[in-house]
Every structure is written in C-alpha cells, then in structure tokens.
C-alpha cells in the first residue's frame, strides 16, 4: 500500500495543488491530511475544494478545532507577546475569510484516523495521540516516551504533523513515529520548498525495508519524505494583496521562519536563521 | 506554612510520568539568593548531591515509565562534579534541561557538553536565572556582583553555540515586563547571544521568599470548585516527580513540605498529591511554570 499524508495546509493551496499532483504521479493508494488546513496563508476556502475533489480525508487540527469553533485564537499556546501578535493577525484573517460551510465542515472532522495497511495499525493524529497541540520535535522527544504511546493507543506507526519540520524515529519491535511536515510553509532551512511524506508498506515497501514484528506480524515499512516545489512567489504576491504580515511572507520567500520561535527546542532553533 | 484540612482539598493524579527532575545538587547554592522558595546556600545540606549512580538507576527506570525527558536542578548543579558525566549520559536517553545561575560554568565542560549534544541529537537546554536586565534590578536579590558573573556565564554558553533560556523572578510591577524584557534583549545581544529566549517567572512565596516579603494568605489555596475544567497539564506534579537523595518528591518547589515526601522509589511516588499549599496557588495562577514548554492551558485533553 502507498498512502500520500500531508501535514499542515496553513491555506497554501498552491503548495496542496503541487502535492496532489506529485502523489498523484506516484501512483498512492489514498492521500490523508493530518489538519491546521487554515493559518498563515491567503483565502482560506481555496484548499477545501480540493480536499474534496481528491477524496483527502483529514484529521482536525487545533486550528481547525478554533476555526470551526469560532474560538478567540487558535490554540498554538504560544506564550511570547510577539508570537502571540502574528498568531492572532493570521488567526483574525482565517477566521474572518473561511465560509460558514467550510467552518462547519471543520468542525466536522474527527481528532484521529485509524487505518488498517497490510496488517499494521495505523494512527493519523494532528499534534500527538494524547493531545491535538503537543507538539513532537525530534530532539525534544525520547523513544521511550514515543513507545508508551505507541503502546497507550494500540499502533504501529503514529503518524503526526503540527510542529512543521519532517522527521521519523524507529521504536520497539520495528513501529515508527513519523511526522509528515507540513504543506504551509518551508522548514526553516532557508529553501522555500515544503514537505509530505508518502508511507510504503508490505510489497510496496522499499527494497531491504525494515519490518515492524509487533502484533505478530512482519510487515515491511518506508517513509519517503518528499520535497514540494510549488509557485511561491505567486503564493508571496497573493499574501501581500490580502495584507498579511510581512514577516509571513519573507517565510514564504526565503524559507527562514521569522515568527512563533520560542516553542522550539535548541536543536531546531540552531537550524534556522532568527 | 499552615495547611488546611487535606479531605477539604483536591489531589491530583499523576497522568503520566513525562519529566524527571533531578534535585541534583541538594540544597546546596554557591549563592544565597533572599526569593529561594527552597533557601539554599552554601551551608544548607537538607538535601544533598546526587551521585552518578542514583542518576544512572534513574534513568534505566524511567525508560519502562516512558518519560520523555529530564530536568537537572538545585542548588546549583554546577557544583556537582559528575555533573557533566550525569548530562551525557542522560542524552544517550533524552532530552536534558539544566536550571543553572550561570555563575560557575566553565569552558571545558561546555565544549564536552555541546559535543555530547549534537552527537545525540537530543537538546541540551541551560536555564539561567538572571532576576532582571541590570544589576540594580538583579543583584539586590541575588547577591552583589552576581548579574556581571551570571551575564559572563550566558555568553560563555552562546560561545558554545547553546541558546540559554534566561528566566527572571519578576519583582515588579506587571506594567513594567514589556520594557523589561525589550532591555533584556539589549543586554543580550550586546553579550553575543543573538537570539535571546526571555522567561518570566512568578514569585513563590516561600522559603527565603516567605522571610524577605509576605508568604501565603489562608485564602490563597486551590479549591475543588478552581479545578473544575482546569487544564491539570499546567501543573507539574501532573506529569512529573523529582528524585533527591531523600527519595522521590512530588515537584522540586515542595522540598520542605511536609507531605513533599512522596515515596523512595519512583515506582512508590506515583499516587495522587493533595495540592494544599499557597505555591499550587501560584502554579494555578500561572501555568508551567517549570518546564521550558512555553504552552498555555488549552482545553482539550
Ligand atoms: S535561587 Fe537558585 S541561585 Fe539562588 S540560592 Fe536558590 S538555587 Fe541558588
Ligand atoms: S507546588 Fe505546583 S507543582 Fe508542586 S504540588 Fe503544588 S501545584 Fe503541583
């Protein structure tokens, strides 16, 4: 089985558009998005069409939890005043531009997914299993901690996105955590491309892929970790004539976050520019 | 402190075991800050250093409890000498924190420090406790000459490529924290840390604090009717426990509480704690207060 699994749309409709196609091409099986369709990002309706045109079947973020919900901000917990500024201009402009449908469909969507793929149990989550906003950074995460959930929700590979840059870990008995990265925005490492993960499993698998032995099976898993390139500029261009924040923008336009730093752990924060 | 009837009061379940503190080097302080809500100095011996070994057995443990990392404090680690042997092996398991006033680093272990980091992948994060950008601020409280010393130490450590989280006790008025912390950037950045991570912190009013302002009213406790749709996760005796030569306690601000004492062994620690104390009343007020997370409360759990 091939599963496209996108993360975090942030609006980015034109980096959505670029993916479909890609997995598309691919040859997957299903796509899934793993929620935050809104945020950061202009017209905010222009991604719900094309979940729908593509059967992408998506987990509800905590922004989508906000939006649908009509809540005053959009649960990120940032605690740094200038983190809180940007969060909140993006959030009143996401708010204010998503359809009532759209809104209701948001609302609509479940916290989590679980598949069966040749025999492994799969869990598609926004944040954690245990949490929409957790947020999951590769060095801020033991493998301990990610066993006991893997163990606590029954699952072989937990599958999440909502802190934005792609990373993957191998746990006991051969189960993963993978987060698929995020469709919205570049990864802080100064290239504007964005990310989506496509799992392979059983005969789909990479050659010589290790398999996960928990459950009593032996199923064979890869992640391929895919880099998007998508029209932004256009992107950039659309995002200035709805007036969003500048500082968004050089995001857009140099792949170096500018906003919402204070959640990252060091490692990552070293990675980046600001 | 007095404490108010326990039946009267709401407990709260551990959730889950998802940080490890180490009270690593006791009570023990090379300096003699007047808000220590634990009152260490270089003469308090109420608790002592860790050695290696109970860190080690730690931290085997903690892997069945999933814990998802771990949390270095005092006293002042620094003076624990296996302290940096502690720290590396602790990144062969997880992420490590280490609460520090920045006045004793040195080079060398920096350099071993941030190699054993990057080599784990793993982050290493010091918190450095500076009360405030200026030595008029800083140094009533915590000792003449310590800002200099401490600012030395936060610059030593962006020279070893670390990205330290100051935290300040706040001891102003809620109006000034904006032009505090804009100056507090200045500062920094003229010390070479370019990309300053800025805390502000609450005052627990107990300890050495109890003695230099006020301490807690009888008023200033949780009730049941507080905790009603409360984000529990905002407390840290909810996901977490300290280990001290004294055995495991509940969270590292209730070492001298009577009832802080919560077993000798992790597997023992892990029962409901009564939040009776005028510092739950602080740690409700402000939420997470002790972890780096700078999470707020959110409503789903
Ligand atoms: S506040 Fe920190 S630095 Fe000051 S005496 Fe207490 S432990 Fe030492
Ligand atoms: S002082 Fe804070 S962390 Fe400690 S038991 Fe009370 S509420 Fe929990």
């Known amino acids: 089985m091939k599963l496209a699994l996108f993360g975090g749309l942030y609006s980015n409709y034109l980096a959505l558009e670029a993916a479909v196609a890609d997995a598309q091409q691919r040859g997957v099986d299903a796509m899934f998005c793993l929620g935050d369709l809104g945020a950061f990002g202009p017209h905010p309706n222009r991604v719900f069409p094309l979940l729908r045109d593509h059967d992408i079947s998506c987990v509800q973020g905590n922004y989508d939890d906000s939006i649908g919900h009509e809540l005053n901000d959009c649960q990120c917990g940032y605690a740094d005043p200038n983190d809180n500024y940007f969060a909140q201009v993006s959030y009143d402009y996401t708010l204010q531009n998503t359809s009532a449908d759209n809104k209701a469909w948001l609302r609509s969507l479940p916290k989590e997914l679980r598949l069966h793929v040749d025999g492994l149990r799969v869990l598609l989550c926004h944040g954690s299993p245990r949490r929409t906003n957790e947020f999951l950074w590769q060095s801020n995460t033991s493998t301990a901690f990610l066993d006991r959930l893997a163990d606590e929700w029954a699952t072989d590979l937990m599958v999440g996105t909502h802190s934005g840059i792609h990373w993957q870990r191998e746990l006991r008995d051969g189960r993963r955590y993978v987060n698929v990265g995020v469709l919205g925005r570049p990864e802080n490492d100064g290239t504007t491309n964005v990310w989506y993960a496509v799992l392979c499993t059983g005969s789909d698998a990479a050659a010589g892929a290790l398999p996960c032995t928990a459950n009593g099976t032996s199923v064979p898993i890869s992640v391929n970790f895919v880099p998007v390139i998508y029209d932004h500029t256009l992107l950039a261009e659309k995002m200035q004539q709805e007036q969003l924040p500048d500082e968004f923008i050089q995001t857009v336009l140099t792949g170096w976050w500018t906003t919402c730093l204070e959640v990252l752990p060091s490692h990552e924060r070293r990675m980046g520019r600001f | ?301």
Not at chain 2, 243 to 251: D, F, I, L, S
Not at chain 2, 263 to 274: N, R, Y
């Open chain 2, 1 to 301: 402190m007095s404490t108010p009837d326990v039946m009267e009061t709401p407990h709260i379940d551990l959730m889950s075991l998802d940080e490890i503190w180490f009270q690593v080097a006791g009570t023990v302080c090379n300096l003699t800050c007047q808000h220590c809500f634990i009152s260490c100095s270089p003469h308090n011996h109420s608790f002592e250093f860790l050695t290696f070994e109970q860190v080690e057995t730690t931290l085997v443990e903690s892997v069945e409890y999933g814990v998802r990392e771990y949390y270095f404090t005092g006293g002042e680690p620094f003076l624990n000498r296996n302290l940096v042997r502690m720290l590396k092996r602790t990144l062969d398991f997880g992420p490590a924190t280490v609460l520090t006033n920045g006045t004793v680093l040195r080079p060398e272990w920096l350099s071993e420090l941030r190699t054993a980091e990057e080599k784990s992948g793993f982050s290493l994060e010091f918190r450095v406790s500076v009360d405030g950008p200026t030595s008029e601020i800083n140094d009533p409280i915590r000792g003449d000459g310590t800002f200099d010393r401490a600012i030395k130490g936060v610059a030593l450590l962006c020279e070893h490529d670390f990205l330290p989280i100051i935290t300040m006790t706040q001891t102003w008025d809620d109006s000034r924290n904006a032009e505090i912390l804009q100056q507090f950037r200045g500062v920094l950045q003229k010390h070479g840390c370019h990309r300053p991570r800025l805390k502000i912190l609450p005052r627990l009013k107990i300890g050495a604090e109890e003695n230099r302002t006020e301490g807690y009213a009888e008023t200033e406790r949780i009730t049941h009717q507080m905790m009603e749709g409360f984000d529990r996760s905002q407390l840290l005796c909810h996901h977490s426990r300290v280990v001290t030569n004294r055995g495991v306690y509940v969270c590292p601000i209730l070492l001298e509480a009577s009832n802080g004492a919560m077993g000798d062994l992790l597997g023992e620690s892990l029962h409901p704690f009564p939040l009776n104390h005028g510092a739950c009343y602080t740690c409700y007020q402000f939420g997470a207060i002790c972890t780096n997370s700078t999470l707020r409360s959110q409503k789903s759990d």
